[in-house]
């Protein structure tokens, strides 16, 4: 048997990465793909989420939501926006901020990408046991806890 040597842990861990990379490029690229014909990319989708965990929420806290710039949050939003799927109205108290909330175009859109995101997902977790997932997920909340600064 090979003794772990600190060079060995470290070309682990390193391996590690660039598949955890890998795998989120993958899933994302392909996510994007089935999306094309909707009309919608990931980026889209996420402000999409954020809208309808939090309706009226103003673009300055989608963008703090979705880890995005505000301008980016901005362009989004006015793409969103003229594709039907969102509508801003004057927020409660202040008549500069503009409220985001899902139309019924949107909430349709959403139905639809969770329908194909379960399918990558099904994909990505195909012969895959339920245990070696949680014990991916343990590990993957300690690596999440060691770099995010809370």
């Given at each position: 048997m090979e003794r772990?040597?600190?060079?060995?842990?470290?070309d682990g861990r390193g391996l590690a990465r660039q598949r955890m990379k890998r795998i989120l490029l993958h899933f994302r690229?392909?996510?994007?793909e089935e999306l094309r014909p909707q009309g919608v990319t990931m980026a889209q989708l996420q402000l999409l989420y954020a809208i309808q965990s939090s309706p009226g929420?103003?673009?300055?806290?989608?963008a703090r939501g979705c880890y995005v710039t505000p301008q980016t949050a901005?362009?989004?939003?006015?793409?969103l926006e003229e594709d039907g799927w969102i509508?801003?109205?004057?927020?409660?108290?202040?008549?500069?901020?503009l409220a985001?909330?899902?139309t019924a175009?949107?909430?349709?859109?959403?139905?639809?990408?969770?329908?194909?995101?379960?399918?990558?997902?099904?994909?990505?977790?195909?012969?895959?046991?339920?245990?070696?997932?949680?014990e991916l997920n343990r590990l993957l909340g300690l690596?999440?806890?060691n770099i995010v600064e809370e």
């Open positions: 772990k040597t600190t060079e060995n842990l470290q690229s392909r996510l994007d929420s103003s673009g300055a806290q989608l901005q362009a989004l939003i006015r793409r509508e801003r109205r004057k927020g409660n108290g202040n008549d500069r901020i985001a909330s899902l175009a949107g909430e349709e859109l959403l139905q639809t990408a969770e329908t194909i995101m379960k399918g990558t997902e099904a994909m990505l977790w195909h012969e895959i046991p339920d245990d070696d997932i949680e690596c999440l806890k």
